[in-house]
């Protein structure tokens, strides 16, 4: 990045107007467009400013704590390179993962672990209806204490995952597409095809597609989603959908076939889930600890989706997309027929020809989660980065 | 806090004699009024400084090491908080929990983790007769290393709560009771309640009672110990109670009732604990594994605390104290009638009614925390504290 | 460490061609004489600065992972006291134990972790032919996305111990003898015995004597191996210590009786491993989850242990050493006859008498791996040591 980029960044920043200081980030629709560029610019200039070897760290101390109600790997390591990145140090609290606490508890431990912290990150996408709730929870506990003395500062809650949506990764997916079509709004009028695709495992969140079709349609793109009969999204986020897609000039539609929304697609994001009905069930079975009922739902769910093992991603079905060279998008890991299992999502070629535009789509992540700690905890973020980039302080020494 | 204010704190400071460096923390009783001052007193900073934004960070590398022999998440966060404040970084060594290693493998142990760490807080509170020990163990090995050049640098031992005490609580609850009354002065002919409470539990370590009794006598507060017959804390403790208390001009007794020692209280601490004895058995339960024994024991000790359920902090006994209107204080969590269990410690209405000073009161620890640190392991602390107020470093930028 | 040796040492490490930057430290062997000398060079330097309260933070934000496919308490506290001190976050991958992955999971992982990491640490000693093959599966993707431009830097992977050597140990081990004799001169022509001693216990690595006999064999040491019969070593690294002794003007012989290792040594390691072909069979079993084999394969090992419990260094045999005061060297923790264990590798006078020596050995290793990491990442690494030496920034205030 040249001084002259960074000084149109910095003025393009100058000019949108935020709401984000002392506020939690957990739905990307809850955010203006002003807020959601603000994220990308500081994103871009964040990695610029780590590829120069220049710090960004904005904390001299402070706590950030992640809280992982699911397994997580990338989701883990983002967090912890991004709270690292900015100075902060990571402290993971460790719950029971199968319980399910809320009102009284959540209230008390969030006050408790936020003495001397900046921000929580919560993954909790288990639970339908619960994992939004219990992040709203949190803030609301936070808030109370902050406004009434007990918190001297007021971390953000980041959600890392949840059952409604995934906002970090649905904006490192929107800086790959940036990246990809050169400025944001090179995205007008591109078609992204969102569908279903077969995997052997079965309890997929929603989050990931919810994410995509909740934020892509705000950029005037041509939003197709595409599932098998049965494979519902929550309804909340079609609406949320169809609304951006209305306001924005772009589109949104549903289909039923992985081809249709494949044919000129300029983007493919083929990813498997779960149907909207049976997370609902397995909700209700995981909170009766119903180990039965849930190796029943299993059997029941694997063999439906066996019915749709054409759902692949293969070369006859790239060939379809415009030019027959779409951009193939992935959150990772994927269902790699032949590598990962028999039959998945994608098949290997076509995996192997994406992996890296897999990895680097995933790269984003890290400075996607510091600019929002940075944007909700620091008030006047445009003042900060003129300091950080003119301290010019490398990340290391020699 | 103002600059007048700093002065004034720095100057009494200065005028205390300390003996604290290069020293573990482990008991209140151990250390001189003086160095309790201090403790305090640079508690009182460190919070006004975080709250001001100005950074307390007093090393530039250096590990801090936790241990926890038992579960915690509030004593593990103040810990956490305020070793990361003050600019170290957090390791915990994960033991067999069960295990209670002695000897050669402690000695060894605690030399090999020391090479580069400023600290060592342990928790080790399940087991009556151990948990001291063992921290006098590591101490010892640690000072050996030291001497013996091994070590470059001395790492103080800090109890997070042990057997016998819970100084960083005890201290934490001090510091509510200056803030409540204005000064430490102001604690002088002031009734302090520490009673049993019923709860549908069993084993809760008796360090907490313990702490405050041989804390609070210190300050000239009449103290009151209520529990019912059985419930006995640790004989060598009371003697330090009623040493402290005819020493310092205000008195110890013990009574079997709550409405007694709640009769004219200006202060309350109602908290459940297991009688000493009970703790003896389960401790020789723990060392066989004697399973069968321990489900023997718990089905015996809860049998007998259902006896007492009307031990309970509500109302119409807040009614009897000072103006009817003592302060409530606990470590939390506490067992709340109708929230957290059935019938416990405390009755919702009064909860609620202090739920906001409880927060307050567990706000102090992780301050208590980064000044025992502080005083045990920088030479001249007073120099350094001048230090960190000239600088004024903001924990974060913009 | 005076101003004068500081510029000695400074001088010396300008002289080494060194070409680490940017690559993995994976086996000792795998270096020229030149890398390893800096690497002790920088270590002693790092240890000296932290001796006298100088910082060496070389890095202002950056991740180190480790990785540890085996339990470690010493390690594990090493290597967080390294990356620590260089100013680095310390991130654990915590894997299921059993399971190795290799292959699509291990190259995806592996860069997915290292968008903003500067170190992977790793420990994989449990199978036979595969803790070193998996660091390089793990370097090699790093390599690539480095290359491809995915990863903005190059994290260095280094061994933590593997199935083939325990570079940061033998390392350690070598300043250790540095320290001893006075110099890395001083240690040719001096006779060290690493035998194989007695223990209780069955399946322990071959990584500690195979890394001392590859890594002590550079310096002109004669080095004598002693084993009971069958108690074999790779064969590979065999040929590597061969090889060092005649390019190096030393020698190394395998003899099967501890005592005549003993004879005139001026330094013993006595320490347990298991027979490379046991280990060879118990990888099979393992990866095959075949408990009852494992099972049978202990008790056979442990019976033939049994037949060699009288190769215990004792006093006897130290007798045997030259001036019978050879200095006795252990990784640590040792099996103590009458300690640890009613016989072991070493009888409890012997151990007694050399304790706080082992101790020193071990204190060490930080300062090894932190080297080890500051070569590998940092560019200039004589530049940047003399900034650091210029800085004079203390490690603590006060």
Redesign the interface.
Known sequence: MTQKQFQATIRELKTLKLGMYNTDFLLTWERSDEEIKAVVLVAELFKEM??AGI?????????A?SIFRDKS??T???F???V????L???E?DEEKSQIAHG??VR??A???S????TIGIRDDMFLGEGNKYMREVGAAIQE?FE?????RRPSVVNLQCDVDHPTQALADLMQLKSHFGSLEGLRGKNIAMTWAYSPSYGKPLSVPQGIIGLMTRFGMNVSLAYPKGYDLIRDVIEVAKKNASRNGGSFKIVDSMEEAFKSADVVYPKSWAPYQVMQRRTALLRKSDKAGLVELEKECLANNARYKTWECDERRMGLTSKGSALYMHC??AD?SG??CTEGEVSKDVFERYR?AT??E??FK?FVIAAIIFLT?????V??LK??ANKK??????
Chains 1, 2, 3 share one sequence.
């Open positions: 780590h590829k710090s960004i760290r904005s904390f001299d101390t402070g706590l704590i790997t990338r883990r390591f983002s912890a390179s991004a690292n990145a900015l100075g140090g990571l402290s609290l009284e508890t008390e431990t006050t408790m672990i003495f001397l912290t900046e204490g009434k003395g007990v918190l001297h990772l890991p790699i590598v990962s890296l990895y680097a995933a790269g890290p905890r620091i008030d006047k973020p003042q900060a300091e950080l302080k490398t990340t290391y020494h020699g």
